[in-house]
Every structure is written in structure tokens, then in C-alpha cells.
């Protein structure tokens, strides 16, 4: 939905995606599942240049548009 991540970092046993637009960063930590070792979301954390409530919810908004306009 977002596309390529911007970065990728292996730190086993999981990997974390980034993905930047503009001054928002989405962080994506991916697990792999026990039985099937595919991997998937466990958790996520969204990041503002100011690092304030008020500029997190406005990145999350923006980074939910950006999906839905991939989709």
C-alpha cells in the first residue's frame, strides 16, 4: 500500500522498514511467523520532525492518505 520501503534494516529475528514522505516517517517492525517464517506487522510506531502529539497525528493522516491513493 505505501510501496517500497525507504530504507530496510535486518535485526533478527524480525526487520524494520521505513518509510519517509516529506518530514513523516512510518517505522514498521516485521516478525517472522513460527510455523510459516513468512513475515508480517507486530508493531509500528509514526514519527514527526517536531516529535509532538499534534505533528504525529498529522503524519499518521498523511501517511494514510498516501495509502489509500497507492490502492
Known amino acids: 500500500m505505501l510501496g517500497?520501503?525507504?530504507s530496510e534494516e535486518d535485526r533478527p529475528p524480525?526487520?524494520?522498514w521505513r518509510y519517509r514522505d516529506?518530514?513523516?516517517?512510518?517505522?514498521?517492525h516485521l516478525y517472522?511467523?513460527?510455523q510459516t517464517k513468512q513475515f508480517g506487522a507486530l508493531?509500528?510506531?509514526v514519527k514527526s520532525?517536531?516529535?509532538t502529539d499534534e505533528?504525529?497525528?498529522?503524519?499518521?493522516v498523511?501517511?494514510?492518505?498516501?495509502?489509500q491513493a497507492n490502492q
Open 14 to 16: 524480525g526487520k524494520r
Open 32 to 34: 517472522p511467523d513460527v
Open 62 to 67: 498523511q501517511l494514510q492518505s498516501r495509502a
Open 49 to 51: 520532525h517536531d516529535d
Open 4 to 6: 517500497a520501503p525507504t
Open 22 to 28: 516529506g518530514q513523516c516517517t512510518l517505522v514498521v
Open 43 to 45: 508493531a509500528y510506531e
Open 55 to 60: 505533528g504525529k497525528r498529522a503524519c499518521t
